[in-house]
């Protein structure tokens, strides 16, 4: 398990633990994390588990996929920040990852 905290507009935070090897937006949906809803199930065909992965943590998340890409083009409020957590594989290279909701 790593640890992962979800911030929100309103300056509130949620920290889950994570399993390794799930993707992000499950471990999100299972730990109710508002604003998260995957409704596509995790093949990058909705923007409901769209955040924003702080810059620190970039790197460690890895490059969006070509469908990630093709997604978040037809979305609202994407930035270089911007990342479907459906398509972030928890690892332990991410224990202390921070994001921001964009849907909350």
Known sequence: MVNVT????DGTEQ?????VGWKLMECAVNESVPGIYGDCGGEAQCATCHVYVRP???QATGERTPA???MLKATYGVTEQSRLCCQIVVSDEIDGLVVDVVND
């Open 6 to 9: 979800f911030g929100f507009h």
């Open 68 to 70: 990630e890409e093709a």
């Open 56 to 58: 620190e943590w970039q």
């Open 15 to 19: 920290k889950i633990d994570a399993e």
